[in-house]
């Protein structure tokens, strides 16, 4: 049997499994263990142990779940509360300043957290109320929540870039300075857009009341500043003797967890809910990457050993015909169909066996193509029919906005996303500017 038929035979077996409702891991782990001991016979199984071994004494690996704890922290202890209060009195004066205050909120809860799913919660249950109160475009605010929440996956610390390190054996540090800036332009593009429609449509987005406006006084503006200026402190005391070089990257996630715990220590809100809730929360979310992490090892293990890499490879390149930056394309383009049915994690845990040494074969940057991925990913959340942010938005959503507003709303993000893949694409230095500068320094 060639290598080709044996690929296509693990690749179709594992979906027709994930088809079926099987977990995860439990369906990739089974066609990795069972090709394997049919294609080496009794010493297959050493073949993923040594992977999943590999994985054990990956130190970064450490940082997973201090970067969930802190996450959990800040928003079960409400200090993400003080952000939307703090952007709704300041940003209320200007056309559409609710709308673009979410999303400044959202890149910081992005920044805290690393899970788009916080985002979502905290937008959809916070900011959505206040932004239909004051008579904003029920359509628009609803697509600003989604796009603002699917940041989550791409600025630091992200939790799917670590997973993609892992998966890639790519430094972690690397990827999350390769996705600042383009998280960072990928929200001025939004902010850039929802200013330009609310002054084009001022309907759209109405200013806060010149009796509102006098209400709030300044010393009110002022606390509220500090109060929420803290979430970015946090995260300053974490990141920059990172960015330094004075601390590696697992002694930054112990310093944010810490730090975000006497933050809601201090603040008086660190009760033994909110400590039972975020622990509970940072071992059942650590555990299932953890499963998922070691079945895509072993999968990808196997496909290595196989040789199934070239023989695609060379399928494309060979008898196809098709150019380095067309295959490219296709791969990113079948992220977006299986983004309609899948998460982020599980598509990655999918195709990354195949798609991370193709990407390394035909000579692209897997630092660069982590981003990609990533943009790719957060496009396909929010693409119709089966868009996972789109079922999450429905959830959280009251029931004044339907399930066709939702579609509605993300149709001008998806374009203003699609930009953003386009110039990363175009202008690698994008992404990979701020890791080459401190790790060349």
């Not at 332009?185 to 200013?195: G, H, R, S």
């Not at 079922?391 to 939702?406: G, V």
């Amino acid at each position: 049997m060639s290598y080709e038929v044996i690929a296509l035979l693990m690749f179709s077996t594992m979906m027709l499994m994930l088809m079926t409702g099987q977990r995860v891991f439990a369906a990739i782990g089974f066609v990795a263990t069972v090709a394997g001991l049919l294609l080496w016979g009794v010493g297959g199984e050493d073949i993923p142990f040594s992977a999943a071994m590999k994985l054990m004494k990956w130190y970064p690996l450490l940082t997973l779940p201090m970067f969930i704890f802190m996450g959990y922290v800040m928003s079960e202890s409400r200090i993400a509360d003080d952000l939307y209060r703090m952007f709704h009195v300041w940003m209320g004066p200007v056309r559409g300043g609710l709308a673009i205050g979410t999303i400044a909120l959202m890149v910081l809860i992005s920044a805290m957290n690393g899970l788009s799913v916080a985002g979502m919660a905290i937008g959809a249950t916070i900011a959505l109320p206040e932004l239909l109160r004051r008579n904003y475009d029920k359509i628009m605010v609803t697509g600003v929540i989604q796009a603002g929440a699917s940041l989550g996956i791409l600025v630091p610390p992200s939790v799917v870039l670590v997973l993609y390190a892992m998966i890639a054996r790519q430094p972690v540090g690397q990827l999350w300075l390769a996705g600042v800036l383009p998280g960072l332009m990928m929200a001025a593009l939004f902010v850039i857009y929802v200013y330009l429609r609310c002054l084009i449509q001022p309907q759209l987005g109405p200013a806060m009341s010149q009796e509102e406006r006098e209400e709030v006084t300044m010393a009110e503006k002022l606390r509220l500043l500090r109060a929420g200026i803290l979430p970015i402190v946090i995260f300053a005391v974490m990141m920059v003797p990172f960015v330094k070089g004075w601390t590696s990257l697992v002694e930054s996630s112990a310093i944010g967890a810490i730090a975000s715990f006497m933050a809601a220590v201090l603040k008086g809100r660190m009760t033994r809910q909110v400590f039972e809730v975020s622990v509970r929360q940072t071992l059942g979310i650590s555990c299932m990457f953890m499963w998922i992490i070691l079945a895509a090892m072993a999968f990808g293990a196997i496909f290595d050993g196989l040789g199934a890499v070239n023989a695609i490879r060379n399928l494309f390149t060979d008898q196809m015909g098709l150019s380095p930056w067309m295959i490219l394309i296709l791969m990113q383009l079948s992220f977006l169909v299986m983004g309609t049915f899948l998460d982020d994690t599980a598509m990655l845990v999918i195709v990354a066996p195949l798609y991370v040494p193709l990407v390394d074969a035909l000579g692209f940057d897997l630092v660069w193509y982590g981003i990609l991925y990533t943009i790719t990913t957060q496009i396909a959340y929010m693409t119709p029919p089966f868009g996972y942010n789109l079922f999450l938005m429905r959830a959280m959503a009251p029931p004044s906005i339907n399930m066709r507003d939702i579609y509605r709303s993300i149709t001008p993000f998806v374009f203003v996303m699609i930009l953003a893949l386009a110039l990363v694409m175009i202008f690698p230095d994008i992404a990979m500017w701020l890791p080459n500068y401190v790790y060349g320094k």
